[in-house]
């Protein structure tokens, strides 16, 4: 099974690829006002507009740094009316690919007191990697804030 | 008491005197009035009272006498004879009774006479009746006897008429009597009254007298006193009189004196020791410039030495100098040869900045260079970066192709490998162009710095070529100087001639200094004894402290 990689601060994290529709470069992004922490705005993705997270910014409270190896991620998701939607995100080192069996993931415990996003972790010998779902990526209010503003853009 | 000033009291006092003597003669005057007043009445009512009944008295006496004497008489002839005498005499009688009449004035006197005008006129009627019985025993011839009709009728009226008289003649006796002693009563009286009012004049004189002497004396004791004190010389006394008058004007007069002559003597005897403090500093100082004028004397024979020697030195100088005149034209020539070497190395150091600055610009190509090597790395990296995304992509498309895509899946990965070794090796590529620019930059800056130093040492041998050239210039001028210096010297050999020969008046002066001042010392000393004397006659006077 393939996992992108990225880096948050100096961890890394993985994202089953089988949810990564393409990697695109360094976007920048149209603001969204009044949006909640970590929502850098709208892209436009083949015509349309998607929501763009900035992963960085979500998680560690900083904007992530515009280099080239910073890159947008356009991943895809199974909303719960059952139709598929794309979410973009930001984040920072995205330059390789792993090979990773489902079977070295492992719980941590610590689970309740973590954002709900983070999935359980893997050892490699350059240390701990930890998967990240997509989906647990916006609660269910963001969710439905974005999808409003997003028909209000369409 | 004490307010009043002598005047006044010598004025009460003679006033006080002369009251006491005006009340006496007042008195007495009215006394001197009541004793004339009764004296008057004595000479004026009394006496003459008294005269008048006398005389009255005699009168009827006598009718009483002249018709006894007719009743004697035998022959008619007498008897007329007589007739006409006891008529005139009735008449005088009657006259004065008319007198006495007018002169009555008590009440008294009028009973009295009015008594003896009746039995006047009795008698007279008695007498009437007698005669003309004897003029008609006459007429008929026969001898008329008379003497029972005298014995019968006009006796007793005549013993009544004598006593009426004798009382009214009493009574004016009587008046003038106590008249009498009433004036002796007042006289003694006055003589009492004025013994005892001159007495108290007397007594009042003699008390103003005493008060008045003690009113004087007293301050004037106290005044001599203090008068004494001061010319013992002590001023420390003050009169305090607790009065007003002349003597308390006199005191606060001798006070003021006494307080202006004790501020007197007090600055005199400051003065005084000011003044033996000023001579004992004048001394002093005398002796001082005594010390000074002899050391003047004693320095000037030494500056005589001394300007001899300037004028051996100033000689000795002159030769010298000479010699530095041969020494700066040989300094001169040197200079000028200095100056030739030093244009060449001018000329020199102007072709090594020419270098340095063709150094430069080939710096300034190898940067330019360097920038270009930069933009193709740029460039590279770029497409390093582009290529890793793409390998990305195809690696997640592969990874979706599943079975199918294991092969192209290798490749993605392959390719991969190579973008991160180009990443690599431009990241290895910037690197040395930042350090071959970062070099350039410093050589440029050495360069800079060396072009810099040689510009300076460059104005630097301009400038000690300017001034070797003044060197020159100065030692040239330096000759004509020397020759003035020469003649200076000279004149300086043959100035302290000079002064050596008014150095020795100066110091003939300053011994006649030394003469005077000790002349001025002896003056000083006898000074100082005076000031002295002045000092202890003054110190003998006693101030308030």
Redesign the interface.
């Known amino acids: 099974m393939?996992f992108?990689a990225f880096k948050m601060g100096n961890d890394r994290y993985l994202l089953d690829?089988?949810q990564?529709e393409?990697?695109?470069?360094y976007i920048a992004a149209k603001e969204l006002p009044g949006a909640p922490t970590g929502v850098a705005g709208l892209i436009n993705y083949r015509g349309a507009p998607i929501p763009l997270i900035d992963i960085t910014l979500l998680a560690l409270g900083r904007p992530s740094v515009p280099v080239?190896?910073t890159?947008t991620v356009v991943t895809r998701y199974s909303a719960q009316d059952g139709g598929q939607r794309l979410l973009a995100l930001v984040a920072e080192r995205?330059?390789?690919?792993f090979e990773r069996d489902p079977s070295d993931f492992a719980p941590f415990g610590l689970e309740p007191a973590t954002p709900p996003y983070l999935g359980p972790v893997a050892s490699d010998d350059e240390g701990l990697t930890q998967r990240v779902n997509v989906e647990a990526l916006l609660s269910e209010e963001i969710r439905a804030a974005l999808l409003c503003q997003i028909a209000r853009v369409e | 008491m004490m307010k009043l000033t002598i005047r006044h009291r010598i004025l009460i006092s003679f006033a006080a005197i002369l009251v006491v003597m005006c009340v006496i003669g007042m008195i007495a005057y009215v006394w001197f009035l009541q004793t004339q007043q009764e004296a008057t009445e004595v000479e004026k009512g009394i006496l003459p009272d008294l005269y008048h009944s006398t005389e009255i008295m005699m009168g009827q006496m006598t009718a009483h006498s002249l018709l006894q004497e007719y009743a004697l008489q035998d022959s008619p002839t007498d008897k007329r004879a007589l007739e006409g005498t006891i008529a005139t005499n009735r008449a005088d009688v009657q006259q004065l009774m008319d007198d006495y009449e007018r002169t009555i004035v008590s009440d008294v006197d009028k009973q009295n006479y009015a008594i003896v005008k009746d039995l006047a006129n009795q008698f007279r009627q008695a007498e009437t009746a007698v005669l003309d019985a004897s003029r008609a025993a006459m007429s008929k011839g026969e001898i008329p006897n008379e003497r029972p009709a005298i014995k019968d009728a006009v006796e007793p009226i005549f013993v009544k008429l004598q006593s009426a008289l004798q009382a009214m003649v009493e009574d004016h006796r009587g008046e003038a009597n106590s008249a009498t002693q009433r004036i002796s009563s007042i006289v003694n009286t006055a003589e009492l009254a004025l013994s005892a009012g001159l007495l108290v004049a007397l007594g009042l004189a003699l008390l103003c007298g005493y008060f008045l002497f003690r009113a004087v004396t007293r301050p004037l004791n106290r005044l001599v006193d203090v008068v004494q004190l001061m010319r013992q010389g002590d001023f420390s006394g003050r009169l305090n009189l607790d009065r007003r008058d002349e003597f308390s004007t006199l005191a606060d007069g001798i006070n003021a004196m006494a307080d202006d002559l004790a501020t007197l003597i007090g600055q005199v005897q400051k003065s005084s020791i000011q003044v033996n403090t000023s001579i004992t500093g004048i001394a002093a100082t005398s002796k001082q410039q005594q010390a000074t004028a002899t050391e003047i004397a004693a320095t000037t024979t030494e500056i005589r030495a001394t300007a001899k020697e300037i004028s051996a030195t100033s000689n000795e100088l002159v030769r010298t100098m000479n010699e530095v005149s041969a020494v700066a034209e040989q300094t001169a020539a040197v200079a000028g040869g200095g100056q030739a070497g030093l244009t060449r190395m001018e000329a020199t150091m102007q072709q090594v900045m020419e270098a340095a600055s063709a150094i430069n610009s080939k710096l300034a190509i190898l940067s330019e260079k360097a920038g270009g090597i930069n933009q193709v790395v740029t460039t590279i990296t770029k497409v390093a970066d582009q290529t890793n995304l793409l390998s990305l992509n195809a690696s997640i498309e592969a990874e979706k192709a599943g079975q199918y895509g294991r092969g192209f899946a290798v490749v993605a990965t392959e390719i991969r490998r190579l973008a991160d070794q180009t990443a690599v090796s431009t990241y290895d590529i910037e690197q040395m162009v930042k350090d071959i620019q970062s070099a350039v930059a410093a050589g440029v800056m050495g360069m800079d710095k060396f072009s810099e130093q040689v510009r300076r040492g460059m104005e630097e041998v301009q400038q000690v070529g300017g001034q070797l050239f003044e060197i020159i210039q100065q030692v040239q001028g330096l000759v004509p100087r020397f020759e003035v210096a020469n003649e200076g010297m000279q004149a300086q050999a043959t100035g302290a001639g000079q002064i050596s020969d008014t150095l020795t008046q100066l110091s003939d002066a300053a011994q006649q200094t030394v003469e005077s001042l000790q002349q001025s010392t002896l003056a000083i000393d006898e000074l100082n004894q005076v000031s002295g004397g002045l000092r202890n006659s003054i110190a003998r006077f006693k101030l308030r402290a």
């Open positions: 393939l992108l690829v089988n990564v393409e990697v695109l470069p080239l190896s890159r995205v330059t390789d690919t």
